[in-house]
């Protein structure tokens, strides 16, 4: 007969659980009792259904990821390995996350498909491609009437308006969104519409986010050869896009940042270029005069005149050659700053105003584009280059809605 120790047996069956690979990744659905949570920063809890309890742990790193306060009597899906806790002889989950229960089947949908994407290699860093510096053509693809195209070009239009942008009109929630969303980054690679992409929406819940966790969508953007930024939701909303993206912004204004350069940097950068060169020639200039005068002092040659003045001879042309170039860049750079600035001043509102234009707003100070906007009696203010004008509406003639 073998005899054993309480130790040895423990230690036997911590060992068989920790072998098998069915214990390593399960998803537990039950509802929370017994939580707490240490000063240590770990949180411990019991999770419960109608006939089973099964007490868990999650530690401080995991809990720390949690996105939702748990209490007690929530019904949530938890993510884990369960083996046994040696001491005690006592079996539990070790939690890794957690989700509510109410979003269980798409989150584990994500975590999956996620698995599944990381696995083929769509997330790898080797995979990703640089965001253009300066680039001249930069597309969009999101709702043409979310509150998110009005931010992206908002931020675009302020920060590098010498870019054109191009607009793809795609569905960003619901039946057919990851469709349109995939269609619309093949659009710009087939027809090389784009330096750099920028796809994303606004905030919302994750079934909202969800046509940015299809594969379809995955995909598109992983096989794209025009640069993808993706900006979808808020800071804190991760979705499958955003894993295989080149470049992830928190938010779509963030995208139309990371998308562009800062006009004014690009300004400054020329300024200092500019300088730069003319510290340059000046340098080159002293360190010809201090060879040309070496050589003058040198007493090796027996016809220093002759020398002299071969030296000063291309002394002389080296500083023409250096004086054209240095003319020409200048010229370049003022060209190309003249050029900026036009844009910059064919942008301004106060310009359109001077061209003869009228700028028309409401009581409420927000600007009126449209007739169907006024009803008669209604006040308003129509701003001119040199003042203001505060009229009333006598009679409202209404066309086509544009």
């Excluded at 530690?59 to 993510?79: E, T």
């Excluded at 969800?210 to 991760?238: L, Q």
């Excluded at 042309?317 to 370049?332: F, G, H, I, N, R």
Aim: proline letters at 3%.
């Amino acid at each position: 007969m073998s005899v054993i120790t309480v130790s040895q047996l423990n230690n036997y069956i911590k060992r068989c659980f920790d072998s098998n690979a069915n214990f390593q990744k399960l998803y537990i659905k039950g509802e929370i009792s017994n939580f707490k949570r240490h000063s240590s920063g770990h949180i411990y809890l019991t999770l419960k259904d109608e006939g089973s309890v099964l007490k868990a742990v999650m530690f401080r790193a995991a809990a720390a990821s949690l996105r939702f306060d748990a209490s007690n009597g929530m019904k949530v899906i938890a993510c884990g390995r369960v083996a046994v806790f040696e001491r005690d002889g006592q079996y539990q989950l070790y939690i890794e996350s957690m989700m509510p229960d109410g979003i269980g089947e798409l989150y584990l949908a994500y975590e999956q498909l996620k698995e599944k994407l990381s696995k083929e290699g769509l997330f790898d860093e080797s995979h990703k491609k640089p965001i253009p510096k300066y680039p001249s053509k930069i597309g969009v693809i999101t709702s043409p009437t979310g509150a998110a195209v009005r931010d992206i070009l908002n931020v675009l239009k302020r920060r590098y308006a010498l870019a054109d942008i191009y607009i793809y009109p795609a569905l960003v929630q619901g039946v057919g969104a990851a469709k349109t969303i995939a269609h619309g980054i093949e659009c710009f690679n087939r027809e090389k519409l784009a330096d750099v992409l920028i796809v994303g929406r606004g905030g919302g819940s994750i079934e909202d986010l969800w046509a940015f966790n299809e594969e379809e969508v995955a995909y598109a953007i992983y096989n794209s050869e025009i640069p993808v930024i993706s900006a979808v939701g808020h800071e804190t909303d991760f979705t499958i896009a955003d894993f295989v993206a080149d470049l992830r912004a928190p938010t779509p204004s963030a995208g139309a940042e990371l998308a562009a350069p800062s006009q004014l940097d690009v300004r400054q950068s020329l300024v200092m270029q500019k300088s730069k060169l003319a510290v340059c020639l000046t340098n080159l200039y002293k360190i010809k005069a201090q060879q040309l005068e070496r050589i003058q002092k040198s007493r090796v040659f027996t016809d220093y005149k002759v020398i002299f003045d071969d030296k000063r001879l291309y002394l002389d042309t080296l500083s023409k050659s250096l004086l054209e170039l240095y003319t020409k860049k200048v010229e370049k750079s003022k060209t190309e700053l003249l050029k900026y600035l036009s844009k910059l001043e064919a942008l301004n509102p106060a310009a359109v105003l001077k061209r003869g234009f009228a700028s028309v707003s409401g009581a409420d100070k927000n600007i009126i584009k449209s007739a169907h906007q006024l009803k008669k009696g209604d006040l308003i203010d129509v701003t001119f280059a040199d003042g203001l004008a505060r009229c009333s509406v006598n009679s409202v003639e209404k066309g086509e809605k544009l």
